[in-house]
């Protein structure tokens, strides 16, 4: 549904129908009155700065007196809030638009809650790539398990099983449901089919000989590929520490690229990002 509409006799029961899950607010309005034009203004402009947490239903009351009379609007112009069907607030006459503001806060979900509903119909439609940003921004406005979760499956879908550990670890006891417990079995088996023969045989290599900088990058490539950065970065981090250099360059150059290919946004790579720059600096 649109955010702003005229509402008319055609689509009444299609608005109030979406009322039931989401909020619409009505606005009772005439050509005939200076005020209501201003108020539409302000409304249209709230409408457009919320994004989508509220549908703005104009009525226009010179064409649509049925609906007006419905709900029996007395003075013009007047605005209702409804919710699951029933007017719940409103007001009658102009308000400005922070007061208009402070009385829809009591009624509308939170950005972080519309982000999620956002984020959960990409989740429907298996495209985890759209859901990434949405969850991102609403876990950072508010740290719920709710949010962490549904995060989390989305890394586990993309491969990132240290940014889904790091969650699935930060969430408590009362929140392991069973929608956790499926995503720990999933980060399991992703993890248990990351340890493949190659790294074993490379960690064994490098264990015998833990100053072979070739084993070491070897060692780190195979690490990235099988998604298991943390270690990765870790193990080119602790030659690192001692010389910058080391490899002729090519232990930072290799760190630099999985950096990179993590993406600016990746919270292990802003993570060894800090630590590689209080080295140089």
């Known amino acids: 549904m649109e955010n702003i509409l005229e509402l008319t006799k055609e689509n009444i029961?299609?608005?109030?129908?979406?009322?039931?899950?989401?909020?619409?607010?009505?606005?009772?309005w005439a050509s005939q009155s200076p005020e209501s034009l201003t108020l539409m203004?302000?409304?249209?402009?709230?409408?457009?700065?919320?994004?989508?947490r509220f549908?703005?239903?104009?009525?226009?009351?010179?064409?649509?007196?049925?609906?007006?009379?419905?709900f029996q609007i007395q003075?013009?112009?007047?605005?209702?809030?409804l919710h699951e069907g029933?007017?719940?607030?409103?007001f009658a006459g102009v308000q400005d638009a922070a007061q208009i503001t402070e009385m829809l806060d009591k009624h509308l979900p939170a950005q972080w809650q519309l982000k999620l509903n956002q984020a959960r119909v990409f989740l429907s439609e298996q495209n985890a790539i759209g859901a990434l940003p949405l969850l991102k921004e609403?876990?950072?406005?508010q740290a719920i398990a709710e949010i962490a979760l549904a995060l989390a499956d989305v890394y586990l879908s993309l491969g990132a099983l240290e940014d889904a550990k790091v969650l699935l670890d930060s969430v408590g006891l009362a929140d392991q449901d069973s929608y956790y417990q499926s995503l720990k079995a999933?980060?399991?088996l992703a993890l248990d089919a990351a340890d493949t023969p190659e790294i074993r045989k490379l960690q064994a290599d490098f264990e015998q000989s833990p100053n072979d900088m070739a084993t070491l990058l070897d060692l780190a490539k195979a690490l990235h590929q099988a998604k298991r950065n943390d270690e990765a970065l870790e193990?080119?981090?602790?030659?690192?520490?001692?010389?910058?250099?080391?490899?002729?360059?090519?232990?930072?150059?290799?760190?630099?690229?999985?950096?990179?290919?993590?993406?600016?946004?990746?919270?292990?790579?802003?993570q060894y990002r800090r630590k590689l720059y209080t080295l140089l600096y």
């Open 13 to 28: 029961q299609q608005v109030v129908d979406a009322s039931m899950e989401q909020v619409i607010v009505l606005a009772f």
């Open 41 to 52: 203004q302000t409304l249209e402009s709230l409408s457009q700065q919320q994004n989508g």
């Open 55 to 70: 549908v703005l239903a104009k009525v226009n009351c010179e064409t649509e007196m049925e609906i007006a009379n419905y």
């Open 75 to 81: 003075n013009l112009p007047t605005t209702l809030v």
């Open 86 to 90: 029933k007017p719940v607030d409103g």
């Open 138 to 141: 609403a876990y950072a406005e």
């Open 186 to 188: 999933k980060l399991a």
């Open 235 to 270: 193990l080119l981090f602790t030659p690192l520490q001692q010389d910058v250099a080391a490899l002729d360059g090519k232990v930072k150059g290799l760190f630099l690229e999985i950096l990179t290919a993590l993406g600016q946004g990746n919270t292990l790579a802003n």
